[in-house]
């Protein structure tokens, strides 16, 4: 048999398993797998192909491509980026033009398996096919690492595809850039711009999916891939402004004329320009640190490895990197690191908490544990939480542009978190049972003058949070905080008094009842709240009092009381369905307390 029968034979192999139909039947995945598997090997092999069969395979991979089987969606990939090297990268510009915007229409696909596959796809492309086309690609791709907007068509496995198919496809660029012969031109310069400002960008808000669905927090494999990105991009970053092609450095003495003009306000008091600087230094260590401390124990391990792997590249030193020695006492270089277990991946990095360039990125992580509430064996909140005790028991910050106490720093980002994350209940819950926790050990409630600020700002918070809110275990840590408050012998204790005693006219019994006891506390530990001559009566209708009955039964108690305390009640109206509510406090949509059982189940403890 010649070569060129044997090439026949080769070419003939797919066309003769599609025309037997083998794959259907149990075999049929084994075979799809096999296919590709075979595609990528006479790829390889670089087997001279007639068009017609070019066409053939290429549409069996992309058919591969959109299989809902991962392994043989990953089969089809490795066969694509071997097809695409062998048969495809010398095309003219037309037909480069028509297979890119082909993929490109994949990512936008109605049907989600195509979804997937299509970014792993261009993930694979050569240089040639992305050189005059790198733009509209990256955009394309940046795009769909964001949550969708239409939750019908949320995905979490085709955002990890795309951040990883993005990853890619900059390090295919950035490396055809490197071996072209070609001088530094401003097509390059844009480049590496929009991998700093845009993929950089992208793969930061990659970084805050938090996802959820029927199987969990599916966000965490998007933020692992985009623990991955950050670095694989650092890496590229950093190299090209080690080769000194940016600054004017390099060989190519137009390069300084091109970069200057180009840069604007973005070239230091040194006229040089760098794509890696302070500020992409301080957000990538923030961004991987608030990784680390969050309640996965998967996701800390992976952070803190990637957090290892900046410190000590040995081939690419990353610069800028702000209070670097102290990140190194904590990511050591220690064989035996434990960074999933808890109580050995906390005491580390609760120390950067007193740096201002850190503290928020990892107090945001950090409440997500001390405040968690799905961790039904505590061990991860108690070990949190103590971790954080003792970093406070210190006197002063390290930082050398702040003398002030640990304590006043936590207390400042606290608020932060409070007013960033506003009405997102995944950040603001698990806040405010950290912030419960923290005053039950007495923690902002001596700070002398900054306690009365503090105070009056969660205050404002709660007014927001729990106006409306049907959630138990925001309600229950916001009445809880209320109580701690209002005994503070300060003025603000007024103010959460008043606002501790509004609950006892709320639509949910159970809520009713529990403040109901948080005020009984209230005025056993100040009784200054109310006139010494009747706080004695107060408690008695307090402690007697049935709070979770209807509240028609209790509306004579109610208004005793807040007469005892020297309180407007305010008028009270009947609902719709015969109770009462008092007119000044706004009802929550859903007064069916039914309707929110499974908050009420989740709060406690189930």
Request: hydrophobic residues 40%; proline residues 3%.
């Amino acid at each position: 048999m010649s070569l060129t029968d044997k090439q026949k034979t080769l070419a003939n192999v797919v066309p003769a398993i599609e025309k037997a139909r083998l794959y259907r039947g149990k075999g049929g995945e084994i075979m799809r797998a096999a296919v590709s598997r075979f595609i990528e090997c006479i790829s390889l092999s670089k087997v001279a192909l007639p068009e017609k069969i070019k066409k053939s395979l290429l549409d069996t991979l992309n058919e591969n491509l959109r299989h809902p089987n991962s392994q043989i969606q990953n089969a089809a990939v490795k066969g694509l980026k071997h097809f695409f090297y062998a048969y495809l990268r010398d095309s003219d510009d037309k037909s480069t033009i028509v297979l890119t915007e082909k993929y490109l229409n994949m990512l936008t696909d109605p049907n989600v398996m195509v979804r997937r596959g299509s970014p792993l796809a261009i993930g694979v492309f050569p240089y040639e096919l992305l050189a005059n086309q790198w733009r509209n690609v990256l955009l394309k791709l940046c795009g769909c690492c964001k949550i969708e907007k239409n939750p019908r068509e949320r995905d979490a496995e085709a955002r990890v595809n795309a951040v990883k198919g993005l990853v890619s496809v900059c390090e295919t660029l950035i490396s055809g850039k490197e071996n072209t012969t070609t001088s530094f031109t401003k097509n390059d310069f844009s480049l590496y711009i929009f991998i700093k400002n845009e993929v950089m960008g992208s793969l930061f808000k990659a970084l805050d999916d938090y996802s959820l669905d029927r199987r969990g927090d599916v966000g965490s494999w998007v933020r692992a891939a985009a623990l991955d990105g950050l670095e694989r991009c650092t890496y590229m970053l950093c190299k090209i402004d080690k080769s000194g092609c940016l600054s004017g450095k390099s060989d190519d003495n137009d390069v300084g004329s091109l970069a200057k003009p180009l840069a604007g306000s973005m070239l230091n008091k040194n006229a040089e320009l760098l794509l890696f600087d302070e500020d992409l230094a301080t957000n990538l260590v923030g961004g991987i640190c608030k990784q680390a401390v969050e309640k996965l124990d998967k996701l800390r391990a992976a952070a803190a490895s990637v957090l290892y792997r900046i410190l000590y590249n040995q081939m690419i030193y990353i610069p800028y990197i702000p209070f670097r020695e102290k990140l190194e006492e904590i990511i050591s270089k220690e064989a035996d690191a434990e960074w999933a277990v808890p109580s050995y991946t906390y005491p580390r990095f609760v120390q950067l908490l007193q740096f201002g360039c850190y503290s928020r990125d990892v107090l945001s992580g950090l409440v997500i544990s001390v405040g968690d509430l799905a961790d039904t064996e505590k061990s991860l909140k108690r070990v949190s939480l103590l971790t954080l005790l003792e970093y406070l028991e210190g006197i002063e910050s390290e930082d050398p542009n702040t003398t002030t106490s640990r304590e006043y720093m936590l207390s400042v980002d606290i608020l932060w978190v409070l007013q960033q994350y506003r009405k997102d209940d995944r950040v603001i819950v698990p806040t405010l049972k950290a912030i419960e926790s923290l005053l039950s050990k007495k923690i902002f409630l001596n700070m002398e003058a900054q306690t009365p600020t503090f105070c009056a700002a969660v205050l404002d918070s709660l007014a927001i949070e729990l106006k409306g809110s049907a959630n138990f275990s925001k309600l229950y840590a916001g009445i809880a905080i209320l109580g701690y408050i209002a005994s503070v012998p300060e003025p603000i204790h007024t103010r959460a008094f008043s606002e501790l005693l509004t609950f006892l006219s709320h639509p949910y019994p159970k809520i009713r009842k529990a403040s109901a006891e948080q005020v009984y506390l209230v005025l056993l530990q100040n009784g200054n709240l109310v006139a010494e001559d009747k706080i004695e009566k107060a408690l008695e209708i307090i402690s007697e009092t049935c709070w979770d009955d209807d509240m028609d039964l209790i509306k004579h108690q109610r208004l005793e009381f807040f007469e005892l305390a020297g309180l407007e009640a305010g008028p009270l109206d009947k609902n719709s369905d015969g109770t009462t509510t008092k007119t000044s406090t706004k009802k929550p949509e859903n007064l069916d307390e039914n309707a929110s059982y499974s908050s009420l189940v989740e709060s406690s403890g189930f």
